[in-house]
Structures are given as structure tokens and as C-alpha cells.
């Protein structure tokens, strides 16, 4: 089936052609009413969307959070109309209220498409590149719990993963390290469809791109095929159909499409891009569609009752996997009582007593290793929680021991290479948290937090649980030099709102951090860990109650005259600066603080009750002093580094910018001095 081209309205027109030009001239009224917005978009691609939601994906609108779905991935999260007006077409909860309302506050139509805020989002697009990635993540979601839960004839995890893609997502490095790694885990249930419209914001693509995007998805082992026009329904099924087949490469889809299409001033321009069409040229566009009502915001009741009878088909689906459900759970009600458990995002009742103790034997051990620790000490009793390391495994020691890898071969696998591309496995864990079931976590140096920072944003905005292990904290990793050593990080990490960030200054520390990282579902967690030792407290009671309010007493005196913060690998600093101290008589505390987003938290009492108001505090950390200015206050001193480190032995380093016990101490005098 073809869709009759818009230059050449047929009398004749099909009711696909309605139910695709009613998205059409939905995206073009909305942005229109909203005086902001991307039309071109939404009207190229409308007969894809009608394709995959009338035609091809398993989905149920009066069920949106049915497991068994299949997803799809907006990338060109700009183009968010299109996905509105396919939710409304196709009877999601999302009224023509809404779509009137587009991009005004408080609507479910924001400007980009927000998971959890609009039913039938899956992800939080709009940074061009990161749905390829999350996408990519979803797939890898899908194929290892299908391999952990589906038996003999229970194919109870079986669901594709589809996205689009514009130019820029493929412009964007990220898709090209998420592409990559689908390539290689040959993750045969994502499809993709390149929006090849060549044209962007500033013009035509070619301006700054003459890339062969089928040969380089070709190139990282994609099955890729192509679909002339759009428009062609048949040739998006046959495509689709195609793709299915191939069971062991993921598919891209190079789909030629034009944006604007059907303006007779706008397609195929850069002006169709982001701005409203204009009324006269919308009156011109409908015209040339053949669309017969002059009102905005008309949906014709056939094309409402086309796509109704289309959507209905596609929800058979669900019934089917229903009873396919109720009889797994009978054949095997243990599996499937603990897939419900993980899809509910709980934790199985014994992972509370997972977690293991410390005691003074162990001596001194590098916070890095005693997460190590706790990795395998809690693996078997939360085996949703699934990760590794973009290539530093054996750094960021992320590897549960004895356990299977991840292969295209062996899904079941928990320990996750993600070669080095931080910024992809930022976005494949999103994905991975989104599909559900499954807690991730990636593990990468400190200082390249930043290449994966947009997806640690996105996680936070999303609300998504992820667990990142960032270890070589500080210039205490000494001699690999400045270019590794995190200076302005944590206070980088600390201003990204919903981020939980964790510095354990010692083992039991480390332990209680990683049971609130996965116990914290609303949001996603920064362990921040040393490659250097550090010793052991044994304070293992105040510390199991102080960590999760996010700073306590871990060393007091009747009467401090001073109170001395710290956190991580400098705690110990602080606590040898309060012998220095009271060797001169001078009272201090020592304040251990591994998380200011949790001390935040606490009710004024508690705040007080830690940090006295009157005392003047110094905080000490190996790392910029930005973030600490609340809580040391007007009166309160800082020892830290604001300039980048060296390449030296890590001892001489603390010495050679002055984060040592002296400084701190001298810092205390200063404060008390100025009082
Ligand atoms: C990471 C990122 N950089 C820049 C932008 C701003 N931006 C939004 S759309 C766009 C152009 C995208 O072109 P294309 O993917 O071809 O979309 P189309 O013009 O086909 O809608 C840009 C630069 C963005 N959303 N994300």
C-alpha cells in the first residue's frame, strides 16, 4: 500500500491517508497555537509513526506499563508532536486538551517528551543522540531478562525495541558508541529508522556532514535496509518484517523522508524545522493534504475510528501474553513470583542481610576495593543489580567473581563490559533502569564522570535508579597526573539536581553507600572511591545510622570549640588534625559527611545537632572548594585544591598542595582567631 503523495491530492483519498494527516495537522496546529515548536518533523514522519502504532508494535493503550510491551524511543525528541498526536490518535490517556495545550505549563505535552510525566513516554528525549543510546539499553534490557526468565515455551520477555533517529542523533558520538556496542552484542530486537531528511537547523546537512550513515551502521554489524519514501506503507512493513527476521544483528532502517512534507513553501527546508508554519501557509499545506476542515485541532471521527480498529489488533497482544503469563506462573510460580518482584523494583528479603561487616583485621583498604567487597558480598541476593565498567574493570573492580559476562551468546550474564565509551553506558544503563527489572551500574575514573555527564543529567531529570562507581577520586591517585586527577568534579557531581553523591571515608562507610544506592529508586547514585587505602574506624553502629542522614559525629569532645568536616580519603586527615589540635588545647570534632544532598535533608534539629550553631567549622576535602561554602559558613575556613594536580606519589601530593593535618589545624586557629 502507497499513500498517495501530497503534491498530488487523490479525490479518492484512503482512510490511512486521514489517520496520517491528522497527526500531521495536529503537530502543525499545536505548534502553531503554542508559537513554538517543530512542525517539519511530525509531518514527515507521521505515516511511520501510523505504521509502527497502527500496524506493527505489540501494545496496549489501556495498559501503558504492561511489561511485555514493545518500546518505542523518540531520539529526535524535538519532534515530540508526532509522538503526541500517535498517543492521542492511538487512545492513550492524553485528551485533545492536552494536545491544545501544547507547551504550557502544567500540560502533558511539554516541549520535549518526559517519561513518567506523559503515559506512553518511555524516555526523556531531546539531547539529540541519548534515545539511540537508551534504546540501545532497553534491547539489552529485554534480551537479558528474556534469557534469565523465559522457559520452554514460555516466551514470557519477547518484545522489540524500536527508535528514531534524526541527523543530528546520528551527528551526536553518542549514538555511534551505542551503535557499536549493539553491534556487537548483536542485539537482533532493536530496530531503528533514520529520519534521512539532510536537513538540520542551520540548512541542509550538507554543511558539516558527508557521512554514509548506512555504512557505518554496517560497519558495526547492524543489518541495515532502506525505505525509498516514507510515505510507503508497505515498503515500512516490508522493512519492519525484514528486520524481525534477523535475529542475531539489530536493524537500522535508512527511511528517506520530507521534512515539512506537503508545504508548498517549507518542505524539504531548514524553515520547517523549529518554528510554526504561519497560518497562511498551514491553510496552504492543508490544502494540498485535501483536508476539508477549516477548525484547528479537528480529528475527523474515521480517522478516530481507523485508528481505534488498527490499535485494537495491536492490543490483542496483550491478551495473548496474559494467558501465556497465568500459565508460566503455574508451571513455574518461584521464577515468576521473583520476575513480578523485580519488575515492581523490589529487593528480595534476604538482600538486607546481605551486606557485609568489617572489622579492624582487614587493615586499611582502598574504598574501591572494599566496593568490590560489597559487590560480591551482595550479588546472589540482589541479582537485579547488573553492571560493570567502561574498561576498567579491574580498576574500578566491578566484577562479580564467577559470574557469567554478558555476550550476545549468554544474555544471562551480569558482569557488563562497556568498552570505553562512558558516555554510552551513561545512556545504556538509563535505558536498562527505564525497561525495569534491573538495578545497573557502570564504573569509570572520577574524572571522566564528565563523558558521561549529559547521561547522568538525564537520569537524574528521569528519576531513574543507576548506581555510577567512580573511583581514583582525587589527586591520591597519584602519578597518572592532572589529566586524571578530578579537581572540580564532586562539586560538579553535587549541583546536578536529584543526584545522590556518596564519599565513604572508610569500609563500613562504603558498605551503608552502596545499601542506600540500591534501596534509592528515585534517582540515581555517585559512589566516589579511592584507588588509595584508607584506614579502618570501626565505627560500625554510629556509622550504619549516620551515613543515610548523610553526615554524623564520627569523633567528639564536650565542648568543641571547632568542628572540622571532611569526607572520603581527607577524614582521616581531619581526624589526625583534631589530635594536632588538642595537643594545643584545642577542642574539635570531627564530622564525618559522605553525602550533603542526604545531610540536606534532615530536619534542623538533626542539621544542628551535628554542626552547633556558633562553632566555626573547617571542611577539608581533596577536591574544589565550591560546593562546601554552605556548610562551613561566613565564619568557617576551607582546605582544598582549586587548581589541577601533578604527577607525583600521592603522599607528596597532599603535602605539595598543603591537604594535610597542619594545614587543617592551622585553618582551625585561623577560624578560631577571626571569631
Ligand atoms: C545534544 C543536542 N545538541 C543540540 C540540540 C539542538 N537541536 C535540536 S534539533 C537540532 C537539529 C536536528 O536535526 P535533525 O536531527 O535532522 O532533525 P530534523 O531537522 O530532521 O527535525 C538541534 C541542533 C539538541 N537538541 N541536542
Same mark, same amino acid.
Given at each position: 500500500?502507497?499513500?498517495?503523495?501530497?503534491a498530488?491530492?487523490?479525490?479518492?483519498?484512503?482512510?490511512?491517508?486521514?489517520?496520517?494527516?491528522?497527526?500531521?495537522?495536529?503537530?502543525?496546529?499545536?505548534?502553531?497555537? $503554542?508559537?513554538?515548536?517543530? +512542525?517539519?518533523?511530525?509531518?514527515?514522519?507521521?505515516?511511520?509513526?501510523?505504521?509502527?502504532?497502527?500496524?506493527?508494535?505489540?501494545?496496549?493503550p489501556?495498559?501503558?506499563?504492561?511489561?511485555?510491551?514493545?518500546?518505542?524511543?523518540?531520539?529526535?525528541?524535538h519532534?515530540s508532536?508526532?509522538?503526541?498526536?500517535?498517543?492521542?490518535?492511538?487512545?492513550?490517556?492524553?485528551?485533545?486538551?492536552?494536545?491544545?495545550?501544547?507547551?504550557?505549563?502544567g500540560?502533558?505535552?511539554?516541549?520535549?517528551?518526559?517519561?513518567?510525566?506523559?503515559?506512553?513516554?518511555e524516555?526523556? !528525549?531531546?539531547?539529540?543522540?541519548?534515545g539511540?543510546?537508551?534504546? &540501545?539499553?532497553?534491547?539489552?534490557?529485554e534480551?537479558?531478562?528474556a534469557?534469565?526468565?523465559?522457559?520452554?515455551?514460555?516466551?514470557?520477555?519477547?518484545?522489540y525495541?524500536?527508535?528514531?533517529?534524526?541527523?543530528?542523533?546520528?551527528?551526536?558520538?553518542?549514538?555511534?558508541?551505542?551503535?557499536?556496542?549493539?553491534?556487537?552484542?548483536?542485539?537482533g530486537?532493536?530496530?531503528?529508522?533514520?529520519?534521512?531528511?539532510?536537513? /538540520?537547523?542551520?540548512?541542509s546537512?550538507?554543511?558539516?556532514?558527508?557521512?554514509?550513515?548506512?555504512?557505518?551502521?554496517e560497519?558495526?554489524?547492524?543489518?541495515?535496509?532502506?525505505v525509498?519514501?516514507?510515505?510507503?506503507i $508497505?515498503?515500512?512493513?516490508?522493512?519492519? !518484517?525484514?528486520?524481525?527476521?534477523?535475529?542475531?544483528?539489530?536493524?537500522?532502517?535508512?527511511?528517506?523522508?520530507?521534512?515539512?512534507?506537503?508545504?508548498?513553501?517549507?518542505?524539504?527546508?531548514s524553515?520547517?524545522?523549529?518554528? +510554526?508554519?504561519?497560518?497562511?501557509?498551514?491553510?496552504?499545506?492543508?490544502?494540498?493534504?485535501?483536508?476539508?476542515?477549516?477548525?484547528?485541532?479537528?480529528?475527523?471521527d474515521?480517522?478516530? &475510528?481507523?485508528?481505534?480498529?488498527?490499535?485494537a489488533?495491536?492490543?490483542?497482544?496483550?491478551?495473548?501474553?496474559?494467558?501465556?503469563?497465568?500459565?508460566?506462573?503455574?508451571?513455574?510460580?518461584?521464577?515468576?513470583?521473583?520476575?513480578?518482584?523485580?519488575?515492581?523494583?523490589?529487593?528480595?528479603?534476604? $538482600?538486607?542481610?546481605?551486606?557485609?561487616?568489617?572489622?579492624?583485621?582487614?587493615?586499611?583498604?582502598?574504598?574501591?576495593?572494599?566496593?568490590?567487597?560489597?559487590?560480591?558480598?551482595?550479588?546472589?541476593?540482589?541479582?537485579?543489580?547488573?553492571?560493570?565498567?567502561?574498561?576498567?574493570?579491574?580498576?574500578?573492580?566491578t566484577?562479580?567473581?564467577?559470574?557469567?559476562?554478558?555476550?550476545?551468546?549468554?544474555?544471562?550474564?551480569?558482569?557488563?563490559?562497556?568498552?570505553?565509551?562512558?558516555?554510552g553506558?551513561?545512556?545504556?544503563?538509563?535505558?536498562?533502569?527505564?525497561?525495569?527489572?534491573?538495578?545497573?551500574?557502570g564504573?569509570?575514573?572520577?574524572?571522566?564522570?564528565?563523558?558521561?555527564?549529559p547521561?547522568?543529567?538525564?537520569?537524574?531529570?528521569?528519576g531513574?535508579?543507576?548506581?555510577?562507581?567512580?573511583?581514583?577520586?582525587?589527586?591520591?591517585?597519584?602519578?597518572?597526573?592532572?589529566t586524571?586527577?578530578? &579537581?572540580?568534579?564532586?562539586?560538579?557531581?553535587?549541583?546536578? +539536581?536529584?543526584?545522590?553523591?556518596?564519599?565513604?571515608?572508610?569500609a563500613?562507610?562504603?558498605?551503608?553507600?552502596?545499601?542506600?544506592?540500591?534501596t534509592?529508586?528515585?534517582?540515581?547514585?555517585?559512589?566516589v572511591?579511592?584507588?588509595?587505602?584508607? $584506614?579502618?574506624?570501626?565505627?560500625? !553502629?554510629?556509622?550504619?545510622?549516620?551515613?543515610?542522614?548523610?553526615?554524623?559525629?564520627?569523633?567528639?569532645?564536650?565542648?568543641?570549640?571547632?568542628?572540622?568536616?571532611? /569526607?572520603?580519603?581527607e577524614?582521616?586527615?581531619?581526624?589526625?588534625?583534631?589530635?594536632?589540635?588538642?595537643?594545643?588545647?584545642?577542642?574539635?570534632?570531627?564530622v564525618?559527611?559522605?553525602?550533603?544532598?542526604?545531610?540536606?535533608?534532615?530536619?534542623?534539629?538533626?542539621?544542628?545537632?551535628?554542626?552547633?550553631?556558633?562553632?566555626?567549622?573547617?571542611a577539608?576535602?581533596?577536591?574544589?572548594?565550591?560546593?562546601?561554602?554552605?556548610?562551613v559558613?561566613?565564619?568557617?575556613?576551607?582546605?582544598?585544591?582549586?587548581?589541577?594536580?601533578?604527577?607525583?606519589?600521592?603522599?607528596?601530593?597532599?603535602?605539595?598542595?598543603?591537604?594535610?593535618?597542619?594545614?587543617?589545624?592551622?585553618?582551625?586557629?585561623?577560624?578560631?582567631?577571626?571569631?
Open positions: 500500500m502507497s499513500v498517495a503523495p501530497a498530488a491530492p487523490s479525490p479518492s483519498r484512503t482512510v490511512t491517508r486521514l489517520a496520517i494527516d491528522t497527526v500531521r495537522t495536529l503537530a502543525m496546529d499545536a505548534v502553531q497555537a $503554542a508559537e513554538s515548536g517543530h +512542525p517539519g518533523t511530525p509531518m514527515a514522519l507521521a505515516p511511520l509513526a501510523y505504521a509502527l502504532y497502527a500496524r506493527h508494535l505489540r501494545h496496549d489501556s495498559a501503558p506499563h504492561w511489561v511485555d510491551r514493545d518500546r518505542f524511543i523518540l531520539s529526535v525528541g519532534a508532536m508526532l509522538l503526541y498526536g500517535t498517543l492521542h490518535m492511538a487512545g492513550y490517556d492524553l485528551p485533545l486538551s492536552e494536545i491544545r495545550n501544547f507547551r504550557q505549563w500540560s502533558k505535552t511539554p516541549g520535549h517528551p518526559e517519561v513518567h510525566h506523559t503515559v506512553g513516554v524516555t526523556t !528525549t531531546g539531547p539529540l543522540g541519548q539511540v543510546a537508551n534504546a &540501545v539499553g532497553f534491547a539489552v534490557a534480551a537479558h531478562l534469557a534469565t526468565f523465559n522457559r520452554d515455551g514460555f516466551a514470557i520477555v519477547d518484545h525495541t524500536y527508535f528514531i533517529a534524526g541527523d543530528g542523533c546520528l551527528m551526536e558520538g553518542l549514538s555511534h558508541e551505542a551503535a557499536s556496542y549493539a553491534g556487537h552484542f548483536g542485539l530486537k532493536l530496530i531503528g529508522f533514520f529520519d534521512d531528511n539532510r536537513i /538540520t537547523i542551520d540548512g546537512t550538507d554543511l558539516s556532514c558527508s557521512d554514509d550513515a548506512a555504512k557505518r551502521f560497519a558495526y554489524g547492524w543489518h541495515v535496509l532502506h525509498a519514501d516514507v510515505n510507503d $508497505a515498503s515500512i512493513d516490508a522493512a519492519i !518484517t525484514a528486520a524481525k527476521a534477523d535475529t542475531k544483528r539489530p536493524t537500522m532502517i535508512v527511511t528517506r523522508t520530507h521534512i515539512g512534507f506537503g508545504s508548498p513553501n517549507r518542505q524539504d527546508s524553515k520547517a524545522h523549529g518554528e +510554526p508554519l504561519g497560518k497562511d501557509e498551514i491553510a496552504l499545506t492543508k490544502a494540498v493534504y485535501g483536508w476539508d476542515y477549516p477548525e484547528p485541532f479537528t480529528v475527523p474515521e480517522a478516530r &475510528v481507523h485508528w481505534r480498529e488498527q490499535v489488533q495491536r492490543a490483542v497482544s496483550h491478551a495473548s501474553w496474559q494467558t501465556l503469563w497465568t500459565s508460566y506462573a503455574a508451571a513455574h510460580p518461584e521464577l515468576a513470583a521473583e520476575f513480578e518482584r523485580r519488575m515492581r523494583g523490589e529487593l528480595r528479603p534476604e $538482600a538486607a542481610a546481605a551486606f557485609p561487616t568489617f572489622d579492624a583485621k582487614s587493615g586499611a583498604v582502598a574504598s574501591r576495593a572494599s566496593s568490590g567487597v560489597v559487590i560480591n558480598a551482595i550479588a546472589s541476593a540482589i541479582p537485579q543489580l547488573i553492571g560493570g565498567s567502561a574498561d576498567l574493570a579491574g580498576s574500578n573492580l566484577v562479580v567473581k564467577g559470574a557469567p559476562f554478558f555476550t550476545a551468546q549468554h544474555a544471562a550474564g551480569r558482569n557488563f563490559e562497556f568498552g570505553i565509551r562512558e558516555h553506558m551513561g545512556a545504556i544503563m538509563n535505558g536498562m533502569s527505564l525497561h525495569g527489572g534491573i538495578i545497573p551500574y564504573g569509570t575514573f572520577l574524572v571522566f564522570a564528565d563523558y558521561m555527564r547521561s547522568i543529567r538525564l537520569a537524574a531529570l528521569m531513574v535508579q543507576a548506581v555510577y562507581v567512580f573511583t581514583h577520586d582525587s589527586i591520591g591517585l597519584g602519578e597518572d597526573g592532572p586524571h586527577q578530578p &579537581v572540580e568534579h564532586l562539586a560538579a557531581l553535587r549541583c546536578i +539536581p536529584n543526584l545522590l553523591v556518596l564519599r565513604p571515608a572508610d563500613d562507610e562504603v558498605a551503608e553507600s552502596w545499601r542506600i544506592a540500591v534509592h529508586k528515585l534517582g540515581p547514585t555517585a559512589l572511591l579511592t584507588r588509595q587505602k584508607l $584506614a579502618y574506624f570501626g565505627k560500625a !553502629t554510629e556509622i550504619r545510622v549516620g551515613v543515610p542522614r548523610g553526615a554524623y559525629v564520627l569523633a567528639d569532645v564536650a565542648q568543641p570549640a571547632v568542628v572540622l568536616m571532611a /569526607t572520603g580519603s577524614v582521616e586527615i581531619a581526624l589526625s588534625a583534631r589530635d594536632l589540635l588538642a595537643a594545643t588545647g584545642v577542642a574539635a570534632r570531627v564525618s559527611m559522605p553525602s550533603f544532598e542526604l545531610f540536606a535533608q534532615q530536619d534542623a534539629g538533626y542539621r544542628d545537632s551535628v554542626l552547633p550553631r556558633g562553632v566555626p567549622r573547617v577539608v576535602e581533596a577536591a574544589h572548594p565550591a560546593s562546601w561554602y554552605r556548610w559558613g561566613d565564619t568557617g575556613a576551607i582546605v582544598g585544591i582549586d587548581h589541577f594536580g601533578a604527577s607525583a606519589p600521592a603522599p607528596e601530593l597532599y603535602k605539595r598542595f598543603g591537604i594535610t593535618a597542619e594545614k587543617v589545624a592551622d585553618a582551625a586557629r585561623g577560624v578560631l582567631l577571626n571569631k
